[in-house]
């Protein structure tokens, strides 16, 4: 399994924009497909997004509706979700996940999680 530290959550206002990161401590990053979950209290983990290996296919939960962008930077071994126009319904506690698979977007397919990083968004 690899290990993985989310960084970039915090408290914002409806409409405003955050940027998480995650850091995978693996020599084989490059080799992952990496996703991005949420979780809010009381509701089921639910994707958000996910990118291939070399970064040029995304895969994006539906309530994202263009407001999310996942990218990579496998020189760096991160993973980034940039986060625009937000919600407070978007308002959960986000996980970075890694998968072996060549495609992933349920959270089955993942087998590295890291703590996550809170996402809270006032109105």
């Known amino acids: 399994q690899v290990q993985l530290v989310e960084s970039g959550g915090g408290l914002v206002q409806a409409g405003d924009s955050l940027r998480l990161s995650c850091a995978a401590s693996?020599?084989?990053?490059?080799?992952?497909?990496m996703g991005w979950f949420r979780q809010a209290p009381g509701k089921e983990r639910e994707f958000a997004a996910s990118?291939?290996?070399?970064?040029?296919?995304?895969y994006y939960g539906d309530y994202v509706e263009g407001r999310f962008i996942i990218t990579r930077d496998n020189a760096k071994n991160m993973v980034y979700l940039q986060m625009d126009s937000l919600k407070p319904e978007d308002t959960a506690r986000y996980y970075c996940?890694?998968?072996?698979?060549?495609?992933?977007?349920?959270?089955?397919?993942?087998?590295?999680w890291g703590q996550g990083t809170q996402v809270t968004v006032s109105s």
């Open positions: 693996t020599h084989t990053f490059y080799n992952l497909f």
């Open positions: 996940a890694a998968s072996p698979r060549t495609i992933a977007t349920t959270a089955s397919s993942f087998n590295s």
């Open positions: 990118i291939s290996r070399s970064g040029d296919l995304t």
